[in-house]
């Protein structure tokens, strides 16, 4: 349920409407402050509330609605209909993400498996347009056989290449036990496909600063992924932005997942959350990553994922789907042409790909 605030209601007046609704009804409330209102969220069993008794509560209320949905703080409505934006502060610059703000770019290899070789890559994502250095220390792998990443080694690596960079650095966690490590380093936690549903995970996430990169679990609907998402909400962090990252339906035989473009749109109606794009992970082979990027782009995307590795012949982990820093390069100008149709497309690229 929300409470939607008159235009100019005073602070006092907000806080007495929100402590008297929490002690009434037991329940929690919790004020957003969007660009054209002022939202109260109401979080609790309200399905006994009386709409009018709220309503009746403050000559300040303009409205009081149910949230239908069965997820509540990352729904659309909750927040009136207004986007939400996460705000990263990396070494060399702010990042916004979200619908009102130009496309961020996050590219790095899928696996950080030396120092020399995730700074090379740090420094050419950069010159490209990239904003943030992604790479795993921590690797879920099919296979217990299979590389499994460096570990915290690896994440003093990605230290070393935020300071050679000033990039931004994303990393994903895979166990609770790993989080502090991860959070000291990464200014965007990932949480990648095989833990969606970690709730514990989610929780702890949830309960600590930084935000968080949910991936969608590669066989989850969009109902689960954004109660995945909740849980974050609810545990207290608000900072949240989903990357769709291909899902498994009856044919991989040419593509290793079908890249589900249409939650852009359908997210878009359903939440306030930034969304990302993985073409890497959605077709697993480097030559339709480019399409699929432009198709992103063109599609309303908040920011794109591309894994780039200096020799993707060799490496350890998703070569085949990591495209060349040459490559990549060609794609960030390619890629500008349809981020600057739509409006999107940060300044700085523009100036580069000119
Ligand atoms: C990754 O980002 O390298 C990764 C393992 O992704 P996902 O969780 O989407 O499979
Ligand atoms: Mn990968």
């Not at 496309?103 to 994502?125: D, L, Y």
């Not at 309960?207 to 545990?235: C, F, H, N």
């Amino acid at each position: 349920m929300i409470v939607i605030l008159k235009n100019g209601t005073p602070a006092e007046e907000i806080t007495r409407i929100s402590e008297g609704l929490s002690e009434v009804w037991e329940v929690k409330v919790e004020k957003s402050v969007g660009k054209h209102k002022v939202i109260l969220g109401i979080i609790g069993d309200t399905a006994t509330i009386d709409t009018l008794q709220i309503q009746e509560f403050s000559p300040w209320i303009q409205q009081v609605m149910r949230v239908q949905k069965p997820f509540k703080r990352v729904s659309r409505e909750f927040r009136y209909g207004e986007a939400s934006e996460v705000i990263v502060n990396t070494p060399n610059e702010r990042v916004y993400f979200g619908e009102h703000h130009p496309i961020v770019v996050v590219a790095g290899p899928c696996s950080v498996e030396n120092e020399e070789m995730i700074v090379e890559t740090a420094k050419r994502v950069k010159a490209a347009g990239a904003k943030f250095l992604r790479g795993g220390a921590y690797k879920p792998r099919t296979s217990p056989y299979a590389f499994q990443g460096h570990g915290e080694s690896a994440l003093g690596l990605l230290a070393a290449a935020r300071d050679a960079t000033g990039l931004g650095i994303i990393t994903e966690v895979m166990d609770t036990a790993d989080l502090a490590a991860v959070a000291r380093v990464s200014d965007v936690i990932q949480v990648g496909a095989r833990n969606m549903q970690n709730f514990a995970l989610l929780k702890k996430v949830g309960a600590q600063d930084k935000p968080v990169l949910l991936k969608r679990g590669m066989a989850a609907t969009i109902d689960e992924w954004l109660m995945a998402a909740e849980y974050i909400l609810a545990s207290g962090n608000p900072n949240v932005i989903l990357c769709e990252r291909g899902i498994r339906t009856f044919d991989s035989k040419y593509a290793r997942n079908t890249l589900d473009l249409s939650v852009i749109p359908v997210l878009r109606s359903l939440t306030h959350l930034p969304i990302m794009i993985d073409p890497s992970h959605g077709t697993g082979k480097s030559e339709y990553v480019p399409s699929m990027a432009f198709a992103a782009i063109a599609a309303g995307t908040d920011a794109l994922m591309i894994e780039v590795h200096p020799n993707p012949a060799r490496a350890l982990s998703d070569g085949p789907q990591s495209l060349t820093p040459e490559r990549f390069d060609c794609l960030a100008q390619e890629m500008s042409v349809i981020g600057k149709v739509v409006g999107r497309w940060p300044q700085q690229v523009l100036v580069n790909a000119i």
